[in-house]
């Protein structure tokens, strides 16, 4: 009854998404507002359908009805409700519908605002939007239905099917494999969440950018409508990596939170787009440049939107993700071929009527900084694309599948990531125009020569990596640059306005969000790449077999082995703990507990690290295994991570950075009303 | 304020510290070749069944014994190269952490230059072209004042308030 329902709804969501599209397209083409109209409404309708379906599953979940052949797969009876309940994301049918979801609630959202400006633009809104929905509920609905129930065939053998095949049984299994193991973690729970979030956002500014071309606007409208839109985007992708990254750290076991995992990589692909997007638009903003470039990498940001979803839920890559493996993969490849093509052809069409005035008075001008900004981010993007599709292009040529691992991407895209930041400690100096070498040179010289402190003092104290010494150089440099930048804006309206200095700078940042808010993002990149240079450049580590009461030693740290208990846990799994003394150059810091968690019905074991985690530094103490020699041995590896907690810290203030620049603006008339209120106060109010 | 010395601190005293513990190496474990050593080798190495794990990190038996199978080859002197052709030769190049340089593995390498060349002549030309068109057409006085950050915030203020 309740997969009925729940497969019905996803039918007319389907339905409903291809005739939202028709009916705009032809409302669009024939001047018909009303099928403008309608198509909006069914649009609108497609999120309560698509909830339905989604609630459906997570009752089938939850009800343990593991007849149903995704229940079986992705939940147990020992798994607690709340995984029961995130198991809608943990597996591929259920996250394509989830994603669908999400796409649908975007879609509505855009329904809903006030129309009456781009009244032009909504039919092909409707319909790349509903195109995009109607292409994944297809997916869902022909290929990976979570609502199929487990069928005993006259033969014997096993089937899944919504409807029963002739001469077949329904199965009633008892309990099901449960979530797998490396979902089941906080970080897993709302990664997916925040990663979807922000593919499917990014489907809102190239469905405007698709309408502008297809109705001709050659304005910056578009990029004025979605600007807020991208930056939600840009945030929960920035959100779902970092989380990711989290996850990795806590739960995969190699000491490190990204590992060049082509599934991490696909993630990251569209952030870089967008991040590359979010600058020039603003040079588009300023100056009316960049028009067919801003195009570019909005149609480039939603393939690679699509690219990622693809990798992650096809399973053609192999990877840490590859759980979600499945046959999907061709429909997908032809939909993201189409769609770019289509794209592409459209760019062209126009291409003529968004010819911009396309001028550069000086090479240190802010718009061309940016220039060289969205150059290197495209040049990461395109290497890194290279070492994913690698190891595909060799098994396709020649049969040899290779690796592309961490090294190859760290010496390439390491020099493109110090370029970035040095760009980040000029570009902020810079002015739209006629910026010139002497005015840029007059602003900088302070800021980089209080920053040489720092390289100074690192050769001083003995440091001899002259990787990490550039790049802690350049990210004092952005840091002190930004800083500076925050006092001189505050300082300058403190003389105007007279007002004290943390006021003038409240205010500042609230007059310009997004300038502002990018430079708290800024220093959020400053923090994060002090953890990444710390781990990357001076992470130690050591490895050791232990008997009971012996030490293992790294740097500054001693680890005494105590002993180890095995004990059975409700849900299925069979822990090893073991119990290790600290000491800290000589002197007690706590216990660990390392362990590893053997899930027996999945027959898979987890790693969980045993940390003491400090702001400067991380000891990072994994049990690797306790074959018994003599007294009942373990081996332990450690890793010391020096600073990676700025990598964390970093990732909250990019966060609230975002948040600071994408948070909406106070209506205009609000505006209005205030500044009238004020000007009528006495002076001094 | 108190918090960010203290935070500044922290970060001060560890990046300091990061420059001395570099040379200090973990302990010795007798004879055989010790974890250090064999995962120095296999960390150059990835898991031959697993997806994408280094097998330096693999938590699978099977991986447990590849390193077994590098202690050994160690403990008879075998260098790291020797290893690592070892497994190439059973069980493919996927095994290698990153392509050999030979046949068409030559694209990895070739190709990051290339774009990073081909978009830096683009861009190059780019900036040329549009540069002269700014020469060609008539420049309004906008020689920028002795500070043009401030003057940006005044026009801002100007336009705002």
């Known amino acids: 009854m309740i997969e009925g329902i729940g497969f019905a709804a996803l039918v007319i969501s389907f339905l409903l998404a291809l005739y939202g599209a028709g009916a705009a397209a032809y409302g669009a083409t024939r001047g018909r507002a009303e099928w403008v109209e309608s198509a909006r409404r069914a649009m609108l309708l497609s999120w309560p359908m698509i909830s339905v379906a989604a609630l459906a599953i997570i009752l089938l979940l939850v009800g343990a009805r593991y007849d149903i052949a995704y229940v079986a797969k992705v939940t147990s009876n020992s798994m607690p409700a709340y995984l029961k309940i995130t198991a809608l994301w943990g597996g591929q049918e259920g996250s394509l519908v989830f994603w669908s979801w999400l796409m649908a609630a975007f879609a509505s959202a855009v329904g809903l605002r006030k129309w009456d400006r781009d009244r032009d633009l909504l039919p092909w809104v409707i319909v790349v939007t509903m195109i995009t929905l109607a292409f994944f509920l297809s997916l869902i609905i022909f290929f990976e239905n979570p609502f199929s129930r487990i069928w005993i065939t006259a033969e014997g053998g096993q089937a899944f099917a919504f409807f029963r095949p002739e001469g077949a049984q329904a199965a009633s299994p008892v309990d099901g494999q449960g979530l797998n193991p490396l979902l089941r973690h906080p970080g897993m729970i709302i990664h997916p969440p925040m990663l979807y979030l922000g593919f499917v956002a990014f489907v809102i500014p190239y469905a405007f950018a698709m309408a502008a071309l297809i109705t001709g606007r050659s304005d910056d409208r578009w990029i004025r409508v979605t600007r807020r839109w991208t930056l939600v985007a840009w945030l929960f992708l920035a959100l779902g990596l970092i989380l990711g990254g989290r996850w990795a750290y806590d739960v995969l076991g190699w000491g490190g939170y990204w590992g060049w995992d082509p599934v991490e990589i696909a993630a990251f692909m569209p952030w870089l787009a967008g991040t590359a997007f979010l600058h020039s638009v603003m040079v588009q903003e300023k100056k009316g440049m960049l028009k067919h470039w801003n195009m570019l990498l909005i149609i480039l940001t939603y393939s690679l939107v699509l690219f990622g979803t693809f990798l992650t839920r096809s399973g053609v890559l192999s990877s840490v993700h590859a759980f979600a493996q499945s046959a999907i993969g061709p429909m997908f490849f032809a939909f993201i071929g189409i769609s770019f093509v289509v794209s592409l052809w459209l760019l062209l069409k126009r291409w003529g009527e968004l010819r911009g005035v396309n001028q550069i008075n000086s090479i240190v001008s802010r718009e061309s900084l940016f220039l060289v900004n969205n150059f290197l981010f495209i040049v990461i993007l395109a290497v890194l694309f290279l070492g994913v599709i690698f190891p595909l292009v060799s098994e396709l040529f020649t049969g040899q599948t290779v690796t592309v691992g961490p090294e190859w991407y760290e010496r390439i895209v390491g020099p493109l990531f110090a370029g970035l930041l040095l760009l980040m400690g000029v570009a902020p100096l810079s002015a739209y125009g006629s910026s010139s070498w002497r005015t840029l040179g007059k602003l900088i010289w302070l800021p980089v020569a209080i920053s040489l402190v720092i390289p100074a003092l690192l050769l001083i104290t003995g440091m001899r990596s002259a990787a990490a010494i550039l790049g802690y150089w350049l990210a004092s440099l952005v840091a002190i640059v930004t800083l500076y930048e925050f006092w001189r804006g505050a300082s300058a309206r403190h003389r105007r306005h007279g007002e004290i200095l943390p006021v003038a700078l409240v205010r500042m940042a609230g007059r310009n969000r997004r300038r502002y808010g990018g430079y708290v993002i800024h220093l959020g990149v400053v923090l994060m790449a002090f953890g990444i240079i710390g781990i990357e450049v001076f992470q130690t580590e050591t490895q050791g077999t232990l008997a009971r009461g012996e030490q293992l030693t790294l740097g500054r740290y001693v680890m005494v082995y105590e002993g180890l208990t095995r004990f059975n846990a409700e849900d299925g799994r069979e822990i090893s703990r073991a119990e290790l003394s600290i000491y800290k150059d000589g002197r007690s810091v706590g216990k660990l507990f390392p362990r590893q968690d053997f899930y027996l019905v999945q027959n898979q074991p987890m790693t969980i690290p045993g940390v003491r985690s400090t702001l400067e530094e991380d000891l990072y103490v994994l049990l690797v295994g306790w074959e018994p020699i003599g007294q009942g041995g373990a081996t332990f590896k450690i890793y010391h991570n020096p600073l990676v907690n700025f990598v964390w810290l970093g990732g909250v203030v990019f966060i609230l950075g975002t948040l600071v620049a994408a948070w909406p603006d106070r209506e205009p008339e609000t505006v209005r009303r205030r500044s009238a209120h004020a000007q009528a106060l006495p002076a001094g109010d | ?161």
């Open chain 2, 1 to 161: 304020m108190r918090r960010y010395s203290s935070l500044l601190a922290s970060l001060l005293v560890a990046i300091v510290a990061m420059g001395s513990t570099l040379t200090e190496t973990a302990l010795a474990q007798g004879d055989q070749p010790t974890d250090d050593e064999v995962n120095a080798v296999a960390k150059g190495l990835y898991c031959p069944v697993c997806e994408n794990v280094p097998l330096d990190v693999c938590p699978t038996q099977a991986c447990k014994q590849w390193r077994e199978t590098i202690r050994d080859k160690l403990a008879q002197n075998w260098s790291q190269e020797q290893i690592e052709q070892y497994f190439v030769s059973q069980y493919g190049d996927r095994v290698l952490a990153t392509p050999p340089a030979s046949g068409l593995n030559w694209l990895v390498y070739l190709l990051p230059p290339v774009i990073f060349i081909a978009g830096a002549v683009i861009l190059g030309g780019a900036i040329r072209s549009w540069r002269k068109v700014s020469r060609t057409v008539a420049q309004p006085a906008d020689e920028p004042s002795a500070d043009p950050y401030l003057e940006r915030v005044e026009e801002e203020l100007r336009r705002r308030d």
